[in-house]
């Protein structure tokens, strides 16, 4: 349960009940039944300019954005920003980059969606604030349940990962 941390007891109650049943992975395939095509490092540049282009078009511009396989779920690191400042001709130039970690390439578009956002936002607002989420929010209207589910989905994939029937899909 450590994805599910800061949670209403009632809340985490439901979500044992669900892996005891053995139906968080059904729970989840039903609710989230398609996966995306966004594979490579490009596509994933071009769909994260498309939501920055449609709602932060004067936030500063991305330099790079990619799949990452080193950022690390036990860190609670989904994704990243970064802000590389260098000088240039006298100048201070900051590049701003957005790295997705690599699990997301085998998840349902709505959580990449969510990272992306998350990620985007950080380049409006740089702490996790109430300024912060309505961003998110703004950007993406059920954004505080796809972060829920999307923490659900890392729940069930470490289950999978230990073997934990009660945490396996049926079928």
Known sequence: MRFLGGYPPGV???VRALIAA???GEHLARRY???HTIQTDRALYEY???IKQEFLRSAPPLHKVGYDARLDTAQHALGLHTAISRVQGGKLKAKKEIR???LFKE???EFLRMIV???LAHLKESDHNKAFYRLCEHMEPRYHQLEFD???FLAWRELEKTGNAAGRAAG
């Open 33 to 35: 039944a398609d996966r």
């Open 22 to 24: 053995g139906g968080l």
């Open 48 to 50: 994260t300019a498309e």
């Open 107 to 109: 998840a349902p578009p």
């Open 117 to 119: 956002v998350h990620e």
């Open 150 to 152: 999307t923490r659900l």
């Open 12 to 14: 985490l109650d439901q």
């Open 100 to 102: 997705v970690a690599s």
